[in-house]
């Protein structure tokens, strides 16, 4: 059954992983202790904005399969090119380099890496889904919207899964808009002090929410 997609047989070192995040988040803050937080800000978003949009956008292609967090791209991305590009015109090139990103990782998984990445995916639990002509867009779309699994992790293992390109673009690009555009509002409301960025945000976050509790219901029946 899809609900036990991804599932996990051999667990990840969750507990030291969190231990080694908190003592790295312990230091952190011991070094971080009386500096300007502000300044620090400004002049990480100046960085920014001097390696150019060219520079962040190609970012948002690459780092994301290899890992990264997409929303350590997008929370920044209206506060840093905003002025210069129109809040559409990032969250427009936003979404470009994400469909960019979707395409490179199917790339990696169906063709490029496969035998190793189908090794890691056994290796951590990840149990590769059994897709057909009837049952792949149920399985990209429940995949998609089970919450734990990260963004790139999903990408990989659709593509290890051998889900149609289209279905896979359509689906995964769709899933990342509402919290690409929740993110990208949500980063502007806090590096400014906008209330109208973080109500919009979160109203975003809140609607996508109960959008796909209900689209997941509903599709996680035909997947099993």
Same mark, same amino acid.
């Given at each position: ?44 978003? &100046? $960085?920014?904005?001097?390696?150019? =949009?060219?520079?962040? +956008? ?6 994301? #399969? /290899? ?72 399985? &990209? $779309?429940?995949?998609?919207?089970? =919450?734990?699994?990260? +963004? ?6 659709? #593509? /290890? ?64």
């Amino acid at each position: 059954m899809l609900s036990e997609v991804p599932q996990v047989r051999k667990k990840l070192p969750l507990a030291k992983l969190a231990i080694a995040a908190v003592v790295i988040a312990v230091a952190g803050l011991l070094v971080l202790r009386g500096l300007d937080y502000k300044s620090l800000i400004d002049r990480g978003m &100046a $960085l920014i904005r001097g390696a150019g =949009p060219w520079a962040f +956008f190609s970012g948002i292609v690459v780092f994301p #399969a /290899l890992g990264a967090p997409l929303s350590a791209f997008t929370i920044v991305a209206g506060e840093a090119f905003g002025a210069r590009m129109t809040m559409p015109g990032v969250i427009a090139a936003v979404l470009l380099a994400i469909a960019l990103n979707l395409t490179l990782t199917y790339w990696l998984a169906r063709f490029a890496l496969r035998p190793l990445l189908s090794r890691l995916a056994h290796r951590y639990g990840y149990e590769i889904p059994s897709v057909t002509k009837d049952n792949a867009l149920s399985i &990209a $779309l429940v995949l998609r919207l089970t =919450p734990g699994t990260p +963004f790139f992790v999903q990408s990989y293992l659709l #593509a /290890l899964a051998q889900v149609p390109y289209k279905i896979y673009m359509i689906v995964s690009w769709l899933c990342a808009l509402p919290w690409t555009f929740a993110f990208i509002l949500l980063g502007k409301g806090v590096f400014k002090g906008d209330f109208k960025f973080l109500f919009y945000g979160m109203g975003t976050v809140v609607a996508a929410s109960a959008i796909i509790h209900l689209v997941r219901r509903r599709y996680a029946k035909r997947a099993r």
